[in-house]
């Protein structure tokens, strides 16, 4: 038989890629023996302990904390079924692996699919869950870089700007470290050039290309409820 999925294929994820741009401390990895039962699929559960969830400041998917937890155990007393009735066997094969905002990722453990989940939308994106595997889900941060980080950094701390230079290519130059220092009365930064301008690209035009990059590995991805929401926080701060 031939597939119908017309969307393009997803290049897996390596541990050494992931690592180039995270560091060894950016990945938390699941031990083989402490997988929730219901993940099943052979290639997330590779994922999960050979590879590891992102967890670094410009993870805009924060990871579960450990032991992982199925979804009802996470929305407990409630149900998956309550707020998403449509889930295959009522959400009882999803396992939480990661939040942003009022979002929740879930890990369908029998498929390797993970869903893009808020209350009062609808758990897919055009009828799929919103990512493939989570070699998609890791794709997607990866698309946030260090221009991308630039429009928020008035929300980060001064350890995630230290993060964000050593580890995102080219956002020291974007916003080096005479930024950090309080600008005098004229806001003018202590060591700052004279011909130093206002660092931020033209606003419109990065976050097109960031909806185009979540586009380009999951169709219509940056439209959807969850993702649209991601990039609304990081162009509004809000």
Same mark, same amino acid.
């Given at each position: 038989m031939t597939s119908t999925d017309s969307r393009p294929p997803i290049a897996p994820v390596t541990r050494? *890629?992931?690592?180039?741009?995270?560091?060894?401390? !950016?990945?938390?990895?699941?031990?083989?023996?402490?997988?929730?039962?219901? /993940?099943?699929?052979?290639?997330?559960r590779a994922h999960l302990s050979e590879i590891g969830l992102v967890d670094a400041p410009s993870a805009v998917v924060s990871p579960a904390p450990l032991p992982l937890r199925t979804l009802a155990e996470a929305l407990a007393p409630h149900s998956p079924a309550e707020y998403w009735p449509t889930l295959p066997k009522d959400g009882a094969d999803l396992v939480a692996v990661g939040f942003s905002g009022s979002a929740t990722f879930a890990l369908d453990g029998s498929t390797g699919e993970v869903y893009a989940l808020?209350? $009062?939308?609808?758990?897919?994106?055009?009828g799929r869950p919103a990512h493939r595997g989570l070699h998609s889900l890791a794709r997607c941060q990866l698309a946030f870089g260090a221009t991308e980080m630039l429009t928020v950094v008035g929300l980060l701390d001064?350890?995630? /700007?230290?993060? +964000?230079? *050593? $580890?995102?290519? #080219? &956002?020291?130059?974007?916003?080096?470290? $005479?930024?950090?220092?309080e600008p005098d009365e004229d806001g003018n930064h202590p060591g700052a050039d *004279?011909?130093? #301008?206002?660092?931020?690209?033209? /606003?419109?035009?990065?976050?097109?290309?960031?909806?185009?990059?979540?586009?380009?590995?999951?169709? #219509?991805?940056?439209?959807?409820?969850?993702?649209? !929401? /991601?990039?609304?926080? &990081?162009?509004? !701060? +809000?």
């Open positions: 050494a *890629e992931l690592e180039a741009v995270y560091g060894a401390d !950016g990945l938390r990895r699941v031990p083989v023996e402490e997988l929730p039962g219901v /993940i099943t699929d052979p290639g997330a808020d209350v $009062h939308e609808p758990p897919t994106v055009g001064q350890e995630d /700007i230290d993060w +964000c230079r *050593e $580890h995102l290519a #080219g &956002f020291a130059e974007l916003y080096p470290a $005479h930024l950090d220092e *004279e011909d130093d #301008g206002d660092p931020v690209p033209d /606003i419109d035009q990065v976050f097109a290309e960031l909806a185009a990059k979540l586009d380009a590995v999951e169709p #219509g991805l940056a439209d959807s409820p969850v993702w649209a !929401g /991601i990039l609304g926080e &990081f162009r509004y !701060g +809000c």
